[in-house]
């Protein structure tokens, strides 16, 4: 995690990943634990005030906390920015199911 843009009062980390098997890479950055912005988004299937889930190329992003709305989406850019307070990240490959859905398959 690299730290950007850091001043006394304004603090943003800012986190990048790269697929092996992809030549896809997104990024976010998070300031505060308040806003945020993602790139490489391929869909949003689920935003609440609590959660949103991000489709991004081979993986998806859970993102949990309180408060959440949407500043900006633009999935034709791959782009998302949104408020909220920002608790924790969750990352998961995409395909791989639930455990249930793979033992009953």
């Given at each position: 995690m690299d730290k950007t843009n850091q001043s006394a009062t304004s603090k943003s980390y800012s986190i990048g990943a790269e697929?092996?098997?992809s030549?896809?890479?997104h990024k976010l950055e998070i300031d505060h634990h308040r806003m945020f912005s993602l790139t490489g988004v391929k869909d949003v299937p689920i935003f609440t005030d609590k959660n949103i889930?991000?489709?991004l190329d081979g993986e998806t992003l859970t993102i949990t906390g309180q408060n959440f709305s949407v500043k900006?989406?633009?999935i034709e850019n791959g782009k998302l920015n949104a408020l909220g307070d920002v608790?924790?990240?969750k990352y998961s490959a995409s395909g791989s199911?639930?455990?249930v859905k793979r033992i009953f398959k």
């Open positions: 697929q092996k098997q030549t896809s890479t889930t991000v489709i900006n989406l633009d608790r924790a990240l199911g639930s455990l």
